[in-house]
């Protein structure tokens, strides 16, 4: 049985206030023992600050990127031995913003999904599909194109022990959400696709959702059987909501 995983990614949000409030808040309100994963990825210069703060609780440290190098002449980088030296266990890479703002290819993600594994961190690997995209009916052919990069460089087996996070471009941050319908769907796909290669790797990967994901649709989405949790946004930004989503994908897989 897939442990569900919920990740909050705080993108270019925040301040030592503010990741301290939040922080005290999440600790305060998700104080028990889950049977769920939980993570959150503030912005790099406070992750430090953020690990501190966590000590003692059940909730894990994630980061929003890394560099594909170890260490060298790579001005404002930040290699996968740093984050691990201060305690993130997870790592966001391939969103769709760094994709677009930052020209990743595919190729360059799956180097940093390389030296995350080499490096001994989990990997959360966003994939997805453009408006355009899904309305060209591409969908499926962008999410294979994406894992196949991984899959094509390390092979299946880099999937154990890694995360997928879904994320439907035209979802992140626009207040729309794929149905749950249709986010099962990708899922499956998505899991089916890996089992072409590997059976065992696809039943124990975690693949989450992402796109605008809330307190009010999380245990509707949680409720399919192929989606494992949430890449949440905006939404993990407030206490009383990431919390929420947190016991609905508990909840929803007992």
């Known amino acids: 049985m897939r442990k569900p995983f919920v990740m909050g990614n705080w993108k270019l949000n925040g301040s030592i206030e503010m990741a301290k409030n939040l922080i005290d808040e999440l600790r305060e309100k998700l104080s028990t023992d889950f049977d ?4 959150v990825a503030p912005p790099t210069v406070y992750l430090d600050f953020a690990k501190h703060r966590l000590g003692g609780s059940n909730i894990l440290l994630g980061a929003q990127d890394v560099d594909t190098h170890l260490s060298g002449a790579y001005t404002g980088d930040t290699s996968a031995a740093m984050l691990k030296d201060i305690g993130v266990t997870h790592v966001i ?7 677009t703002y930052h020209k990743e290819s595919d190729e360059l993600i799956a180097q940093k999904f390389a030296v995350l594994k ?8 966003c994939i ?6 899904n309305e060209a009916g591409q969908t499926e052919a962008v999410c294979a194109r994406q894992i196949d990069a991984v899959i094509n460089a390390l092979g299946v087996e880099a999937f154990n022990d890694a995360v997928i996070a879904y994320e439907p471009i035209w979802a992140i941050g626009t207040g729309k959400s794929a149905t749950p319908a249709q986010a099962q769907a990708v899922h499956k796909f998505i899991r089916d696709h890996i089992a072409k290669q590997s059976s065992d790797v696809a039943k124990q990967v975690i693949i989450q959702y992402g796109g605008s994901v809330n307190d009010k649709n999380a245990a509707e989405l949680f409720a399919q059987p192929d989606i494992d949790g949430a890449l949440v946004g905006g939404a ?8 929420a989503i947190v016991k609905a994908a508990e909840q929803a897989k007992k």
Do not use: M
């Open 128 to 133: 997805g599909e453009s408006e355009a995209e």
């Open 118 to 125: 080499e490096t001994g961190l989990i990997p959360v690997l």
């Open 236 to 243: 993990s930004l407030k206490a009383d909501s990431f919390a």
């Open 93 to 99: 890479i391939g969103h769709s913003e760094r994709r």
């Open 36 to 39: 769920c994963n939980i993570a």
